[in-house]
């Protein structure tokens, strides 16, 4: 990690909020090049919704900062969430098309079938998403974790990535995080699955230090 280089993500005084219902305040995070973080807190403490407020899909609440003042928007983040996101009437190989063209990317047909090949789903790229189990369909999102280099997403949001695998893939799916982060890029993310965390996390977010008091 080199510190002396300007933050992927820098917060601060950052309110995690549904709706009207402030559920932390003054949330503040730094991440570096190479920085894996996990972010931590017991059900509903707004884990997902702060995923989701850096993602874009919430608004974002900042307390004494100006939205400008972080260089939040200078990026390209890749949200991974365990909600997914797939289409059940596309093909496999469509959903995956679909979701790296969103960031600009148009990888080749061999490139998906390698893709999906790594997460155990070689000879589906023509199946309908509909006929998938749902470990399955989450692969398929996680595929693009393999056709998305760090200048494409510096940061990736992941939300419960490793809920529904077998041991090996979150493995595998350990070993590709890893590498991001060692090629320069930064990760925040949520899993209940602490054991596997604890050697792959340098960073710790805590949100039930950042309580609101309600």
Not at 38 to 58: C, E, R, V
Not at 80 to 91: A, M, Y
Request: proline share 3%; charged share 15%.
């Amino acid at each position: 990690m080199t510190t002396h280089q300007k933050p992927i993500l820098q917060l601060t005084n950052l309110n995690i909020q549904r709706g009207d219902l402030i559920l932390c305040q003054d949330v503040s995070l730094t991440l570096q090049a190479g920085d894996i973080c996990h972010l931590t807190g017991a059900n509903g403490i707004g884990k997902t919704t702060l995923l989701m407020q850096l993602a874009g899909i919430l608004p974002i609440f900042l307390v004494d900062t100006d939205l400008n003042d972080t260089n939040l928007l200078n990026h390209r983040l890749l949200y991974v969430s365990h909600q997914l996101g797939i289409h059940p009437d596309l093909t496999v190989k469509q959903n995956l098309a679909f979701l790296l063209n969103l960031y600009g990317l148009y990888p080749s047909p061999s490139q998906i079938t390698n893709a999906l090949t790594t997460v155990g789903l070689q000879g589906y790229d023509a199946v309908s998403c509909r006929q998938l189990s749902a470990g399955q369909t989450k692969r398929v999102n996680l595929a693009r974790l393999w056709l998305m280099q760090k200048n494409d997403s510096p940061l990736w949001l992941l939300d419960e990535p490793f809920t529904t695998l077998d041991v090996a893939m979150v493995t595998k799916l350990q070993n590709r995080i890893k590498a991001f982060a060692d090629n320069g890029g930064a990760v925040l993310m949520t899993s209940h699955q602490l054991d596997g965390m604890n050697d792959l996390a340098d960073k710790i977010l805590d949100l039930s230090h950042y309580l609101a008091n309600r």
